[in-house]
């Protein structure tokens, strides 16, 4: 079962910048589509983004769109969530995913397979 394990979060002033990195633990890292999710306090988990195995696809949420970008590095089994111009409501903790790729796409945090601890985000005003 691959691990997933998030790094780069940490405090940051409205309209700064952060970039989260998300290492897995194993070689087939390449099968899997990789993805990111946020769940803010009293909220439900979110879809943030979402990346294919081969990077050539991705899709960010409306609510991030043109902000953040994700993607990946295949031979460093990691995979990279860009934040810019961050908003006090982009606070939560942040978590990378994984689905097999063969499975195809979603954006449902149910359908997806493998998940990381989370990493902390959180933006003053």
């Known amino acids: 079962q691959v691990q997933l394990v998030e790094s780069g979060g940490g405090l940051v002033q409205a309209g700064g910048s952060l970039r989260l990195s998300c290492a897995a633990s194993e070689s087939t890292f390449s099968t899997y589509t990789m993805g990111w999710f946020r769940q803010a306090p009293g909220k439900e988990r979110e879809f943030v983004a979402r990346i294919s195995w081969s990077g050539s696809v991705t899709k960010t949420a409306d609510s991030v769109k043109g902000r953040f970008a994700i993607s990946r590095d295949n031979a460093k089994n990691t995979v990279y969530l860009q934040m810019n111009s961050l908003k006090p409501e982009d606070t939560a903790v942040y978590y990378c995913?994984?689905?097999?790729?063969?499975?195809?796409?979603?954006?449902?945090?149910?359908?997806?397979?493998?998940w990381g601890q989370g990493t902390q985000v959180t933006v003053s005003s």
């Open positions: 995913a994984a689905r097999a790729r063969y499975r195809g796409y979603s954006d449902s945090e149910r359908a997806w397979d493998h």
